[in-house]
């Protein structure tokens, strides 16, 4: 499975947008990467996931370049209640072995 | 609808003790996969059931055992706990044959601490 790198910890203040990258040289071919969300004393919580280009949802738009080695999740106008660990993952859709790094997080102020 | 639940919410054992945790998938989701989450750190896959069969095992000794149950629902076993056993312990869920996405759902998860 492809190692990734994020940054440990982000701060950003209300309405502004955030922006989390996410290293994965190793990404092979059939790898998708995919983001979660995580508040505390709570399971992670699906965000978006891609295979290349540009993807975008009610919650977030992932950005991935042509050659797939990092990909940036993207918040537009965060709140308080964005404030969370946010976790970077790469791995073929089929791969039951979900391999969580250490995260990212993210600390929205007012 | 229903989504994960997990039981007990919290949990205190000693060391040496066996523990049993409970998970009951969302609805119309077939697999159930465990993980462990010690303090600041991400989760990490322990395994993952599908029909009744463990399908995928993560790096875990094999005191860390489950089961399925004919209506998805699964349970995590540890055996011989150490301390280095207490964790936030997730149980999430997902379809096995939806070839379009594998989001798994996740539970709030079941809080052990091993004294």
């Known amino acids: 499975l492809a190692k990734t790198t994020q940054p440990i910890s982000m701060d950003s203040y209300e309405g502004q947008e955030v922006n989390i990258t996410c290293s994965h040289n190793?990404?092979?071919?059939?790898?998708?990467i995919t983001w979660y969300q995580q508040f505390p004393s709570q399971g992670p919580r699906f965000i978006i996931q891609g295979y290349k280009t540009k993807v975008t949802n009610e919650v977030a738009s992932l950005f991935i370049p042509a050659d797939r080695k990092s990909s940036t999740l993207s918040l537009p106008r965060v709140s308080l209640s964005d404030t969370a660990v946010y976790y970077c993952?790469?791995?073929?859709?089929?791969?039951?072995?979900?391999?969580f790094g250490a995260g990212t997080r993210l600390t929205v102020k007012p | 609808d229903a989504g994960v639940t997990q039981s007990p919410t919290h949990l205190i054992k000693t060391r040496g003790q066996q523990v049993t945790l409970r998970c009951s998938p969302k609805?119309?989701?077939?697999?159930v996969s465990w993980y462990q989450q010690a303090l600041g750190q991400g989760p990490q896959f322990i395994f993952q059931?599908?029909?009744?069969?463990?399908?995928q095992r993560g790096n875990f000794p094999d005191r860390f055992s489950g089961h399925q149950f004919p209506n998805y629902s699964s349970e995590l076993n540890v055996n011989a706990l150490l301390l280095g056993d207490s964790a936030l312990y997730l149980c999430?869920?997902?379809?096995?044959?939806?070839?379009?996405?594998?989001?798994?759902?996740f539970g709030p998860g079941t809080r052990l601490t091993v004294l």
């Open positions: 059931y599908y029909e009744e069969e463990e399908r």
């Open positions: 999430a869920s997902s379809y096995q044959r939806d070839s379009f996405n594998n989001e798994q759902f």
């Open positions: 993952l790469v791995g073929d859709k089929k791969d039951n072995d979900m391999r």
């Open positions: 609805s119309g989701h077939d697999t």
């Open positions: 190793n990404i092979a071919t059939n790898d998708y």
